[in-house]
């Protein structure tokens, strides 16, 4: 309609930005330095290949490294008289028992009975009835269909284990997280700035980095899950509830300040409240987070799904691995939807519109058979256990003839893809990353952390180089480095295509969002189990696995950033005559490439987590040496130096997207 | 809390017979405000001011006193400190110095204890905004000044049953704050802030954000509402009809300071500088200005015939009556005493200036 009328000169000049901004973007000098510096990079790189690239050989470790494991064992020596480390282990231990006994009661036998206290039966019973209490039927029905699966496929004592991990975790989290996200909301503009840096650093560190020295201290089992989940848990309830709390509308706040009330009465009764539904959003991704590493925990012997996924991976079984990894999805589908549900319903109900009354006389009468489970599930084998259930396995060879036939018809397919990618991006740049003398890959990397983010992000730089050389496993780092990169130009190919459709289909949008929402959802380390089907044990399925780890969250942040885009600037644009091509390269991608910014920023953080717990599928890199810490006691202090070289990688990777962000969107 | 408050009428014995008495009230924003009161610097104008040291002169050197159920109206373009000042009142923005005083009590030097027994019992206030708690019910947003004082549900509900159908909510009890229109929204804002039965109201343009006909029904709901509970109430607006029609005084308002303070009538018949007399040029004088303002010395040939009106008619009801008459009309004042003369002159003078200003 608009690029019918002819363009208007009053209508264009509110909107004169855009091809202002368009000629700022296109030459921008800081792409053209840094273009400069990777030329340079590669002249420097032709002359000097292969030499100083401090690769390590086989056995070889480094002072530091072994440093880092005389700490181990000093740790684990004074496990005796230390008061710190017995406190830690007490807390450990307090942490195994609370489980231990959720255990017996609900999953596995409580000696000398055969079975736990409650069978599945009474244990499905009873949560059918809070999901009926706190989010009403439908979730009841989600939950009823969910830990039937359980037992169906032959996961009960595992699927409950890991909800009880993730629900002690959690809990814990909450505790802890709530008076934090109250001082972060009330507190002055000191304290926020400071908890605010302290839970981006934080949230950089790949889950499965936790482990290793959250096992030395707390031990390993239950007590290290535990605390390693609650611990990653926290973050998100403190950022998010703190925000809603210091968010409420300061009118408000004032108002009934000017009516005499305390701090205290500010808090509980405006603050909080207001802050409800903001809080609950916290409280659904501190769950999501709490399940994700509750998961991978199994590195750990933490109890769970986790570890039938994990077995199953180590001996290349998708079938085997895909049965509990469905389970897993089931699970963050069904605590996803029943705490958003439960935070809509609670709102209906406090405003009136739940009839009360009838609410309890059905919650009432839904007591009685739930009840009677109770009873059965004391009673009778059947309802007690499950018994032996050939669906798991069915399924499991089911997925293997799929992907065996798959494989078979379309292994030029997947090869090609992987041949291709490995030719055009990944060998090229590993090459020139890691076969660079590691003077130059330091010196090329500060100077492209200094043309795109400034001193802020070059100081942050330097001193994650210094790290990372100090830890002696450079060579790995810059391959893993070279692995999250690639994911990362990968998922923002997609997160471009899709997102820019996504902002210009509403229809398209319609149907993503539900599909990105859930896959957001998704525990990581779920995602390996189909890619590696596809690409077997190898760098690329955690490059790929990685990719659709974070393809959801990207593509997202890119739809949402260009659709922010002001209708009257595009309105503009097109009564000028721009084609769509035009327009999306010139207006659209460049205003909002704040938003792309961040997208590629979330990108790396997660392909960097997926790339590590790669190293379990043939990753390579620090991926794999923290695998190797993992298995062998021996190589403790290996593993150790290369965890900490995966958070420097993340720290150092995050500082430059952001500082580079911000000097995008001034 | 009440032993303080006799103390304190005993050393300010003249302040008492006021509501409110405030005395070289300043509030300086920005770093080290406090060093700049007393130095040359608190001089400068404004943006001097904030040029030389960062600082915002919000309130300055503002002094008043309001009598016990009078209606102060303070008014002055968008920036010059009023919402700052009547924050300063009751310390929900702290006064960098001078005095303020409430039936004799210190609000300056009042404990933080003492200081929230103050806003709970003496005096509430009114925002633009609203502010409004809008996880709770109408009746529960009017109760919450009661809830917290620590009364029981059943009583204070009672009691804000009461308020709510005074401001004419009579229905409404059970909806939500986003259920109501501006207007309701701000008959709840002005139902909680009386349900405390406090002595002082203060109201921050409580009705600037509601469209033209809603306000007039607010501004007579004000007004019939003192004419009925006799409260003390001090009004913000940056609208001089408003104000000429609540206030028994206004207070005008410049870059923090004081620039006139007086009746209606003294504002527009003898505005104290230009940018007062700006503020009132538009004003139908007619409307506001009263015999006193118009009248002439007697003159011994004056006709003593025509009839007395008192000093205090506004021109526009006398109007009439002065030209019927064959006779000048005689003003007197209190005291029944003549002390100027009307004639059709007078009045024609100010409505006709009138129509041709229109
Ligand atoms: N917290 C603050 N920090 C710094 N300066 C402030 C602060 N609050 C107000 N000011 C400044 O003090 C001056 C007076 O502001 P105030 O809000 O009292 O004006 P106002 O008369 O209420 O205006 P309006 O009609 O727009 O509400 C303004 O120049 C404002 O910028
Ligand atoms: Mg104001």
């Known amino acids: 309609m608009s690029t019918l009328a002819p363009p208007r000169p009053e209508a264009a000049q509110p909107d004169k930005s855009p091809p202002a901004e368009v000629k700022r973007w296109v030459p921008s000098s800081r792409w053209a330095w840094a273009l400069g510096v990777v030329v340079l990079w590669i002249g420097i790189w032709a002359l000097t290949k292969g030499n100083d690239t401090l690769a390590l050989a086989g056995r070889e470790r480094t002072g530091v490294q072994d440093a880092l494991a005389e700490f181990r064992d000093k740790v684990i020596a004074s496990r005796g008289d230390n008061p710190l480390i017995q406190l830690t282990y007490e807390i450990g231990s307090g942490f195994t028992s609370l489980v231990d006994w959720l255990q017996r009661m609900v999953s596995v036998e409580n000696f000398p009975r055969p079975v736990p206290e409650i069978g599945w039966l009474g244990v499905t019973a009873v949560a059918v009835w809070i999901g009926l209490a706190v989010a009403g039927w439908r979730i009841a029905l989600l939950i009823a269909a969910s830990f039937v699966s359980f037992g169906v496929f032959g996961y009960w004592s595992d699927a409950v284990d890991l909800l009880i991990v993730t629900f002690v975790a959690v809990a814990v989290s909450v505790l802890v997280g709530m008076p934090l996200a109250v001082l972060m909301g009330t507190g002055n503009r000191a304290v926020n700035a400071v908890m605010t840096t302290f839970l981006d650093v934080f949230q950089t560190i790949p889950t499965f980095v936790f482990l290793a020295p959250i096992a030395l201290f707390f031990g390993i089992g239950a007590s290290g899950a535990v605390v390693a989940t609650l611990l990653y848990a926290l973050p998100p309830i403190i950022r998010v509830a703190g925000h809603g709390i210091r968010t409420v509308s300061a009118t408000t706040i004032e108002a009934t300040d000017s009516a005499g009330q305390t701090r205290w009465q500010r808090l509980a009764k405006v603050q909080l409240p207001m802050a409800r539904r903001t809080i609950v959003v916290g409280l659904n991704q501190t769950t999501l987070a709490a399940l994700s590493m509750a998961t991978i925990a199994a590195f750990v012997d933490g109890p769970g799904l986790g570890q039938p996924v994990l077995d199953y991976l180590k001996t290349v079984n998708v079938g085997g691995a895909f049965v509990p990894g469905v389970l897993i999805v089931v699970i963050a589908v069904m605590l996803d939807r029943t705490t958003t549900a439960a935070s809509e319903y609670g709102e209906r109900a406090a405003r009136g519109g739940v009839d009360l009354k009838r609410r309890r006389i059905v919650l009432a009468a839904a007591a009685v058979p739930v009840l009677v489970c109770l009873y059965m599930s004391r009673t009778y084998p059947w309802a007690a256990e499950f018994g032996d259930s050939t669906w798991g396995p069915r399924l499991a060879d089911a997925v293997n003839d799929f992907f065996g036939w798959f494989t078979d018809n379309f292994r030029d397919l997947t090869q090609g893809f992987k041949d291709l990618t490995s030719a055009v991006l990944l060998n090229p740049l590993e090459s020139l990353l890691a076969e660079s003398p590691w003077w130059l890959a330091a010196g090329a990397l500060l100077l492209l952390a200094f043309v795109l983010g400034g001193l802020r992000a070059l100081v942050p730089t330097l001193l994650c180089v210094a790290g990372l050389l100090y830890f002696g496993l450079w060579h790995d780092a810059m391959i893993t480095l070279n692995m999250t990169l690639v994911g990362t130009v990968l998922v923002m190919v997609l997160a471009l295509v899709f997102g820019v459709w996504m902002a210009r289909s509403p229809k398209l949008d319609l149907v993503m969002r539900p599909l990105l929402d859930a896959g957001q959802t998704i525990p990581p380390f779920v995602y390996l189990i189909p890619v590696l089907a596809l690409f077997g044990i190898t760098r690329f399925t955690a490059i790929v696995a990685g990719v659709v780890y974070a393809a959801p969250v990207a593509i997202k942040l890119v739809a949402d950033g260009v659709k922010a885009v002001s209708p009257t600037t595009l309105e503009a644009t097109r009564s000028t005559g721009s084609t769509t091509w035009q327009e999306i390269i010139k207006v659209q991608l460049p205003m909002a490439r704040a938003s792309l910014v961040l997208a590629a920023n979330q990108g790396l953080l997660y392909v960097l987590a997926m790339a590590v717990i790669g190293g379990l599928v043939g990753a390579g890199g620090l991926g794999y040496d923290v695998v190797l810490g993992f298995a062998r006691s021996e190589e403790w202090g290996f593993g150790a130096a290369a965890g900490i070289s995966i958070v420097l990688l993340g720290i150092m990777v995050d500082r430059i997207a952001r500082a580079a962000a911000q000097k995008t969107s001034r | ?358």
Not at chain 2, 148 to 167: T, Y
Not at chain 2, 289 to 304: G, H, Q
Request: hydrophobic share 40%.
């Open chain 2, 1 to 358: 809390m009440t032993i303080m408050s006799e103390r304190q009428e005993e050393s300010t014995a003249d302040s008492a017979e006021y509501a409110l008495s405030v005395r070289n009230l300043w509030k300086i924003f920005g770093p080290r405000a406090d060093k700049i009161i007393g130095t040359p610097e608190a001089d400068l104008p404004r943006a001097e001011l904030k040029r030389q040291t960062g600082c915002v002169a919000g309130v300055k050197d503002v002094s008043f006193d309001v009598a016990p159920g009078e209606v102060f109206v303070v008014m002055g373009l968008s920036g010059s400190g009023k919402s700052t000042l009547v924050r300063c009142l009751t310390r929900l923005i702290e006064p960098t110095a001078g005095t303020v005083q409430m039936d004799g009590v210190d609000v300056t030097n009042a404990s933080d204890a003492e200081l929230r027994d103050l806003r709970r019992k003496r005096v509430s206030m009114v925002f633009q905004h609203f502010g409004l708690l809008p996880h709770r019910q109408v009746i529960d947003n009017v109760a919450y000044g009661l809830e917290i004082r620590g009364i029981g549900k059943k009583e204070r509900r009672a009691k804000a049953a009461e308020i709510v159908s005074l401001v004419g909510l009579d229905g409404f009890e059970h909806s939500y704050p986003d259920q109501l229109s501006g207007g309701m929204q701000q008959r709840v804002g002005l139902a909680r802030a009386l349900a405390g039965d406090p002595d002082i109201l203060l109201f921050d343009e409580p009705f600037s954000a509601l469209d033209p006909l809603i306000r007039r029904d607010m501004q007579n709901e004000v007004i019939r509402l003192h004419r009925e509970l006799g409260k003390t109430m001090v009004f913000i607006t940056h609208d001089l009809q408003e104000a000429l029609k609540l206030g028994d005084r206004i207070l005008i308002m410049r870059d923090g300071e004081i620039v006139q303070i007086g009746a209606p009538d003294e504002v527009v018949g003898a505005p104290a500088d230009d940018y007062v007399r700006d503020f009132v040029s538009e004003v139908p004088r007619s409307h506001v200005l009263t015999l006193k303002w118009v009248m002439r010395d007697p003159r011994p040939d004056d006709s003593m015939d025509g009839p007395v009106m008192s000093c205090d008619t506004i021109v526009r009801q006398a109007a009439k009556a002065v030209l019927a008459s064959e006779h000048p009309v005689r003003v007197v004042d209190r005291d029944e005493r003549v002390i100027g003369i009307v004639d059709d002159d007078a009045i024609l003078r100010v409505v006709v200036a009138e129509e041709d200003h229109a």
